[in-house]
């Protein structure tokens, strides 16, 4: 006789009312990047499916032994999302536990997604920039511009000037009141994407993904000593630059170089950063280097931030228990 199971369902709403704080998820990004420097992780590089230039699907699969979860998040993302009303990248994640082999959680992962990808934007910069930097230069003023400068305050409180640029003058003003409102930052509203590099200790570009992206910034503006996280792929910088820089890192190498096949990344041979998480250590050899990650958006980071999504909506009560 088969034994009735039942796994918890999160909406959107309900994620969003777990409220995993991002110093949470930091942790459990790092603890994500860990498991897989230390070989403990089974990870398959996402399988990606676009869909002509302007939208792709990709699933992101894991195995945490040691945490005791598998996970899958299935999504996609567009920029002409916003004009269904939705952010750019929307999903859902499947959580599952290792001995029944059962689902624990079904949950939307526009939350997920948006949380952890800040959260390992600030350990990847704790690993590679200088101490105590004080100026950030933001290239798209959309969802991740503002999880980001979160995720980055904690990591580093001396942050406090923020220039901003968008191809959208009136996004760049909402993300300049909210952001001075919220944390109390100065936002100066940049004119074109160089400036934005001007006097930045850390450098975030979130533009969209595709193939057929402009690249129209420099790796070569960057201010000496300064870190560039890219959550856009190769999509901002000029890929000749990329090369050229004193150190080029990604969250996983496998995934950068399957994703070659869809006409990213070409030329670019980057460094695993996961050996250099764990607080304390650093990737940087001086003060001077000008240091990029590749943030991809990897599995394992979903999964654990994930679990502790599931296990506070548990607690909290939140969520609708459905049968399988």
């Known amino acids: 006789m088969t034994k009735r199971h039942e796994f918890l369902y999160l909406s959107r709403a309900d994620v969003e009312q777990v409220g995993l704080s ?9 603890l994500a990047l860990l498991e897989k420097a230390a070989a403990r992780a089974v990870m398959p590089p ?34 002409d999302n916003h004009s269904f009303g939705q952010t750019y990248i929307t999903g859902q994640f499947i959580l599952n536990d290792l001995v029944t082999g059962l689902p624990l959680a079904i949950m939307d992962s526009t939350f997920l997604t948006a949380q952890r990808t800040a959260a390992a934007s600030a350990v990847a910069a704790q690993a590679l920039a200088n101490p105590n930097p004080v100026a950030l230069g933001v290239l798209g003023c959309g969802v991740q ?14 942050l406090d000037v923020v220039a901003a640029y968008d191809i959208d003058p009136s ?48 790796a070569d503006w960057l201010e000496p000593g300064a870190t560039a996280i890219t959550l856009d792929y190769d999509c901002y910088f000029r890929r000749s630059d990329l090369a050229n820089i004193d ?3 990604t969250d996983d190498v496998d995934q950068l170089e399957h994703t070659k096949e869809y006409g990213y990344f070409q030329g670019l041979t980057a460094v695993e950063l996961a050996p250099f998480c764990e607080r304390g250590t650093s990737a940087r050899r001086s003060e001077h280097e000008r240091l990029v990650s590749i943030n991809m958006g990897i599995a394992v980071e979903d999964t654990t931030a994930a679990l502790r999504i599931h296990e506070r909506a548990a607690v909290m009560g939140i969520g609708t228990s459905l049968p399988i």
């Open 247 to 249: 150190g080029l890192f």
């Open 145 to 158: 511009a503002r999880s980001n400068l979160e995720a980055l305050r904690l990591a580093f409180p001396s």
């Open 46 to 79: 996402k399988h990606w499916l676009p869909h002509g230039d302007r939208r792709f699907f990709s699933a992101m699969s894991s195995i945490l032994p040691r945490v005791g979860v598998a996970g899958c998040k299935w999504q996609s993302g567009s920029p």
């Open 171 to 218: 996004a760049i003003a909402r993300y300049g009141h909210e952001m001075e409102r919220i944390h109390g930052v100065e936002v100066k509203a940049c004119a074109s994407p160089r400036e934005a590099f001007e006097g930045a200790d850390l450098v975030l570009t979130c533009g969209p993904i595709t193939p057929a992206a402009a690249r129209e910034a420099s």
């Open 22 to 30: 991002m110093e949470e998820t930091i942790e459990a990004v790092r």
